[in-house]
């Protein structure tokens, strides 16, 4: 696609249930990345895949977090159990993985909202 | 590991007036350097990025950072600012090792323009 699509945009959920949140890169990046964004938190480094592998899990903060990628393009972000904390904004953003100057690019967000 | 520290999380200026937006970074190989926009309610733009050639890099709507590696400094400008400025600013390093390609940002300076 053009750029970088996440969803839902919007999701509420209640404390204790689980979310996936989707990202669909833009066509030809090999490198996707998942970001959180709350208040006062700024941007938070999650994962980092590179094709379907994820050479450094080391930002999720916490087991109740997972991702995978599959066939190298679409990648789910899932929350297990989720609590208030975990409400944010969660970005996904792709790049071409030659070199570490390349842009990477950001979806709008999934703005989460657990209640 | 590598970091940066954006100085001031909120920076007014009048429409017309200089904009200076500090960022300082710290990394222990020569660094990458971004700065995005994000303007409400969307996602976030790059701006202009450094990746090793010439010290002054000229990103888009009139805005120029300058690479000064004495002082770990990576200052955003623009010499006059318009209404449309109004944003979130974010400083970003790459963040190397197993994750090379990925951004760690800091935590934003919103910039408010007033007429």
């Known amino acids: 696609g053009a750029g970088v699509s996440q969803s839902p945009s919007n999701k509420v959920t209640e404390k204790g249930k689980d979310v996936e949140l989707r990202c669909d890169p833009i066509?030809?990046?090999?490198?996707l990345y998942w970001y959180r964004q709350s208040l006062g938190q700024g941007l938070e480094f999650l994962i980092y895949?590179?094709?379907?592998?994820?050479?450094?899990k080391s930002g999720l903060p916490s087991d109740r977090f997972s991702a995978e990628r599959t066939g190298g393009s679409v990648s789910t972000l899932t929350i297990q159990r989720t609590q208030q904390e975990d409400s944010a904004v969660y970005l996904c953003?792709?790049?071409?993985?030659?070199?570490?100057?390349?842009?990477?690019?950001f979806g709008e967000g999934s703005w989460l909202t657990v209640v | 590991a590598q970091s940066v520290t954006q100085l001031g999380s909120h920076v007014s200026v009048s429409e017309g007036a200089l904009v200076l937006l500090r960022c300082n970074y710290s990394?222990?190989?020569?660094?990458?350097l971004f700065w995005y926009v994000q303007y409400p309610n969307q996602g976030l733009q790059l701006l202009l990025k450094?990746?090793?050639?010439?010290?002054l890099v000229k990103g888009i709507n009139g805005f120029e950072a300058e690479f000064k590696k004495s002082e770990t400094s990576f200052h955003l400008t623009k010499p006059s600012a318009h209404m449309s400025d109004a944003a979130e600013y974010f400083c970003?390093?790459?963040?190397?090792?197993?994750?090379?390609?990925?951004?760690?940002f800091g935590k934003g300076t919103t910039l408010s323009v007033s007429s």
């Open positions: 953003a792709s790049s071409l993985a030659q070199g570490s100057g390349n842009t990477i690019y």
């Open positions: 066509s030809g990046h090999t490198a």
């Open positions: 895949f590179q094709g379907n592998s994820a050479p450094d």
């Open positions: 990394s222990s190989v020569p660094p990458y």
């Open positions: 450094y990746t090793s050639a010439a010290t």
């Open positions: 970003a390093v790459t963040r190397g090792g197993q994750a090379g390609t990925a951004l760690i």
